[in-house]
């Protein structure tokens, strides 16, 4: 079929496209390298530090920052105009 055929017959246009479109899907949900190798001791405790560090501190940054934008970059807590405390390392 040609490329003026496909132009006229839409159906056709639309069925090659729904195959191109699940044939992407089916490529983009095969499993990764990480999920393959399973659990790895390292990489779960970078997980759990970012998500300790997400819910501790950086989602009420972020808080603050939505509630307070005319602050902008100025490194100061807006509800105390003290400067803000640098995440805490371990």
């Known amino acids: ?51 300790e560090l997400m819910d501790k501190e950086l989602l009420a940054l972020a808080d603050d920052i939505a509630t307070h934008p005319e602050i902008g970059f100025d490194p100061r807590c807006s509800s105390t105009s003290q400067p803000t405390p640098p995440i805490a390392r371990r």
Do not use: F, H, W, Y
């Not at 490329?3 to 056709?12: D, T």
């Open 1 to 51: 079929m040609t490329n003026l055929q496909s132009i006229r017959n839409p159906q056709s246009a639309i069925r090659n496209v729904a195959i191109l479109v699940l044939a992407a899907s089916i490529a983009a949900a095969q499993e990764t390298q990480t999920e393959r190798d399973g659990p790895n001791a390292a990489r779960d405790a970078v997980v759990a530090r970012v998500k």
